[in-house]
């Protein structure tokens, strides 16, 4: 059964950070499994448009005043879970090879950056924390979409079930940039007080990103990034785009907060699909990442 293949020379950032397995610090995971989206599709390929995409990213973060990956190390991973090679792959399967992978990655205490592929890929790199760790962490979320249904069209791992998954394994949550969600997430996000950060409160309250970032009860946490809940005139290629989002700025404030205020222990960006003949989605999305890792490890 192929659950991975490798990725050739295509290396996150290319010739700027060619770094051994043994020596990175961080490992970007490229998971290009596909199979439930809804609206639009091609998330699968979205990790290979964001690793060419990187290639063309400056090493030299003017934020932070270094070269990133020449400091960090960033290691990419052969993909696995590849619905563009391998179908028929069942998300049994795909959450198995997911969590034993990122386990591995965990015991050789890389930081994980997995990049997707549909968000129900979140529910196996989540697990492998859970089992890693014997303390609680929090799950943060950026989305335009609450992603907490019981299951949709027939299935519990669906990319509209992903939080509800997460939930389930005993983990608090705090969703940001949300805009979309059914009947059913409404109810249990009052029943279990879950404390959603709207998009909406997002664009008339200053404060914000402290009043996010206090809610969150326990030292480390894991981040999940839905690129749709970017706003997209930023990064269009989505599925299931929505109007609104988080501005470049105000993602970036928020998620360097973060990184100062706790301990990140792993990260993931999921559900870029890209579009013909545009790259701003792929590129606005691998600068994203590098942001991520430089906030980990220099900020």
Known sequence: MLLSCATGSEQFLGSEAIASYATAKAVILPIPYEATTTYRKGCETGPAAVITASQQLEAYDEELKRETCLEVGIYTHDAIADTRQQPQLSAEEMLAVTTATVSRLIADDKFVVAIGGEHAITTGVVQAYRQALSEPF?????DAHGDMRFEYEGSHHN?????????????????????????????LIAKQ???????RDIARDAD????????????KVFLTIDVD????????????????????????????????????IG?????LAPISDSVVSEFTTAKLIYKLIGYQFIA
């Open 159 to 187: 990319h509209a079930c992903v939080m509800r998954r997460v939930l389930e394994m005993g983990l608090p949550t705090l969703p940001v940039g949300i805009r979309a969600i059914c009947r059913e997430e409404a109810e």
């Open 193 to 199: 007080q879950i404390p959603v950060i709207w998009d």
């Open 208 to 219: 914000w990103i402290e009043n996010a970032i206090a809610k969150i009860t326990t030292e």
């Open 138 to 142: 929090t799950v943060v979320q950026i």
């Open 229 to 264: 809940g970017i706003d997209p005139a930023l990064i269009p290629g989505v599925g299931t785009p929505e109007p609104g989002g988080l501005s470049w700025h105000q993602t970036l404030g928020f998620l360097r907060r973060l990184f100062q205020t706790h301990q990140v």
């Open 267 to 271: 990260c993931d960006v999921m559900e």
